[in-house]
């Protein structure tokens, strides 16, 4: 199969499909990798380290979108790639159908076969290719959180682990799933006070159990979440209800009780924010004050960290892409449930129920 890595072109986005090593994966199994000039320069890897590995480096996207039998990216299509798209052609990335219309239809139109890694989704429910961003969001939330908490960022000028003698901050995770567990990792080795608060009580043994009693875990209701809103130093908000945009736990009352100087990182800001005062922001200018309280609302963290990010993205990618390759996507996606629950569009017909749910209701 030839497989095609375009430069990604949306603003910001420095993240590329594919390493030099998932080249080298691909050429070993007999496939023909294109990769257009520079796409690998955002992550640190420039074009000479795709050539050792075996990979045709292309003057331009056109060149790659023509040739390619599958393309590989990060980002989803954007317009000015959509006349690039050639029938039959598979599209292999993040495509979030359900919340564009638009790229839907342009995607039918074209009649490719559009397998979106977030809804590649193994038997026990994992999506595997979206946890690798939600590790690195919520290790990053803290970062930035400890960061925002020194005065001159505007934050209550409280060191995240405090020193003998003066208490740590408090730190309160909301949602304890992978982003939620990744922050709270960072958050007790810098030596906060860390209250965890989930609905799911089997999550909230085991992190009780391998934390050793270290975190506070805590059963979110109205009540509990109101509680720990108004003692916390740093808020990080990692909830999801899978397909549905996130609950407002967190209500604009409950923010107006937060001690001045506090920060909430709301992570669930790309499904709508679980903090009801959140908004969306850049990594430029990723806070907005409201009640006094800085509230970080980035809803694609993982690009401020795309060296690290395209490494995880691309070590959980490139396993799927070989078996697409070798095999076909159809003989792929009968032996691997997985891959075919991946396929979104096909033959300009929506397939996914998620995504066609999305467009009935
Ligand atoms: N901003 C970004 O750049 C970025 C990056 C990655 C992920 N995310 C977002 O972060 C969010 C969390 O992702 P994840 O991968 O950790 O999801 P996950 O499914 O692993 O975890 C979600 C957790 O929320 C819990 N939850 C559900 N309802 C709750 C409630 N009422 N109270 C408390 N907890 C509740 C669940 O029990 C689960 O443990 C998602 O919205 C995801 O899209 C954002």
Same mark, same amino acid.
């Given at each position: ?49 795709? @050539? ?12 790659? &979108? ?25 599209? &292999? ?24 890694? @977030? ?50 901050? @408090? ?29 799911? =009580? ?6 009780? @159990? ?10 979110? /209701? ?12 740093? &808020? ?92 076909? =996507? ?7 449930? /997985? ?23």
């Amino acid at each position: 199969m030839i497989i095609g890595v375009p430069k990604e072109i949306k603003p910001a986005e420095r993240r590329c499909a594919l390493t030099p090593a998932g080249v080298q994966q691909l050429v070993a199994h007999g496939h023909t990798v294109l990769i257009e000039t520079e796409a690998g320069v955002g992550s640190g890897l420039p074009d000479g380290l795709y @050539e050792s590995a075996g990979a045709l480096v292309c003057s331009t996207a056109e060149e790659v &979108f023509e040739r390619a039998d599958m393309v590989m990216k990060v980002k989803e299509p954007l317009p000015a790639e959509w006349p690039l798209l050639r029938a039959e052609q598979i599209i &292999f990335t993040y495509l979030h159908l359900a919340s564009s219309r638009e790229l839907t239809e342009a995607l039918a139109r074209a009649g490719v076969i559009g397998v979106g890694y @977030e809804t590649i989704q193994r038997p026990d429910g994992e999506l595997p290719l979206l946890t690798p961003m939600s590790e690195i969001a919520g290790k990053l939330a803290m970062q930035e959180a400890a960061a925002a908490l020194n005065v001159h960022r505007g934050g209550r000028g409280i060191l995240i682990g405090g020193v003998p003698g003066v208490p740590p901050a @408090e730190v309160v995770v909301l949602g304890c799933g992978t982003v939620g567990v990744n922050a709270v990792e960072v958050a007790a080795g810098l030596g906060a006070q860390v209250t965890i608060l989930d609905i799911n =009580l089997d999550r909230l043994r085991h992190l009780n @159990e391998v934390t050793h009693g270290r975190c506070i875990t805590v059963y979110s /209701d109205p009540v509990t979440v109101a509680r720990a809103a108004a003692y916390a130093d740093v &808020f990080i908000g990692g909830v999801l209800i899978a397909g549905a945009r996130a609950p407002k736990l967190v209500t604009e009352a409950m923010v107006k009780t937060m001690k001045p100087g506090s920060v909430v990182v709301d992570v669930a800001i790309d499904q709508g924010g679980c903090v009801e005062t959140s908004e969306i922001t850049t990594h430029d200018e990723p806070y907005v004050l409201k009640h006094g309280v800085l509230h970080w609302g980035v809803p694609n963290m993982p690009a401020a960290v795309p060296r690290t990010a395209t490494l995880a993205l691309t070590n959980a990618t490139t396993p799927y892409a070989v078996k697409i390759a070798d095999l076909g =996507l159809d003989a792929a996606a009968e032996r691997f449930p /997985d891959i075919a629950l991946g396929v979104n569009v096909r033959g300009g017909e929506i397939v996914h129920p998620g995504v066609r749910a999305a467009f009935e209701s």
